[in-house]
């Protein structure tokens, strides 16, 4: 007699975001070492340009508990197997850090804040002072000598070309040319695209959900936004080669044909 099958999981042990120099970060958010490196490998299997022997940082930060050195230590040994190479761990505490020393791996700190809303520095009291006297209230002129000038959009006129890195800090960037295979461009805000875009393309690099990636013609290697990616072979083929929008909606990366 057969037994009763047991109920099949389909959702993701580990959460993968693109960083904003390209590196891979693994959020593990349920340590199953086996699903973790099968998840990876068909990672690697779809688009092995991007993510064979790709680096990868490893965040412990969305588990209860920070895993023992054994544990780790053969979610390394498995990633290595699927076909990526872990670098370093993301750091969140105490515990983490001392793991990192067990396995030999640095600790990389600026790779958390993809995950987690920055969060303001304390302000020390300031001490009571005397009520200023009223004034009147300053001039249109005066108020916007004092407003700090927008920091205008990167543009780049001559094509982004296999192996470049163009990267737009707190700022938009215009491409008036094409993106080749292998280049990629970057940019905290928006990126837009006046030509053929197929390398890689990180809008939102330091989480700004509200970034978007405009192109002309659509074969890209990858897009992100804010750290959430599809790569080529996940896009609809009637999209390939068209004029395409992209962006977030409720976390899920969207990309629709514009006319």
């Known amino acids: 007699m057969s037994g009763t099958a047991a109920p099949v999981s389909y959702e993701q042990a580990g959460e993968l975001k693109i960083g904003q120099v390209g590196i891979a970060n693994l959020r593990v958010r349920n340590l ?35 895993p ?7 979610l390394l040994d498995g990633l290595l197997d ?25 600790l990389l700190a600026k ?31 005066a108020v916007a000598s004092t407003t700090p000038a927008s920091r205008p959009g990167l543009v ?18 215009t491409v008036l040319s094409t993106v080749g295979a292998g280049a990629e461009v970057i940019a905290d805000g928006s990126i837009h695209i006046y030509g053929t875009l ?10 700004n959900t509200d970034a978007r990636i405009f192109c002309r013609e659509f074969h890209a290697e990858l897009v992100a936004i804010a750290g959430n990616y599809k790569v080529l072979e996940d896009v609809p083929r ?21 006319d």
Request: glycine share 8%; no cysteine; charged share 25%.
């Open 32 to 66: 199953d070492v086996a699903q973790l490196t099968r998840e990876m490998r068909e990672r690697v299997e779809r688009a092995p340009r991007l993510f064979g022997r790709a680096a990868v940082i490893i965040d412990f930060g969305g588990l209860a508990k920070t």
């Open 238 to 258: 009637e999209l390939h080669g068209k004029p395409v929008q992209v962006w977030l909606e409720k976390d899920q990366l969207m990309i629709a044909a514009q």
């Open 198 to 207: 197929r390398g890689r393309a990180l809008a939102g690099a330091k989480g």
């Open 68 to 74: 023992d050195a054994s544990t780790a230590q053969a």
């Open 156 to 173: 780049q006129k001559a094509p982004v070309r296999s192996g470049q890195q163009l990267y737009a800090e707190n700022r938009d960037l």
């Open 82 to 106: 699927a076909g990526v190479i872990p670098v370093a761990l993301a750091y969140g505490t105490r515990e983490t850090e001392l793991l990192a020393g067990q396995l030999g791996l640095p």
């Open 111 to 141: 790779f958390r804040a993809q995950y987690e809303p920055d969060q303001p520095a304390p302000v020390a009291p300031e001490p009571l002072a005397p009520a200023p006297r009223p004034q009147a209230p300053a001039s249109p002129a």
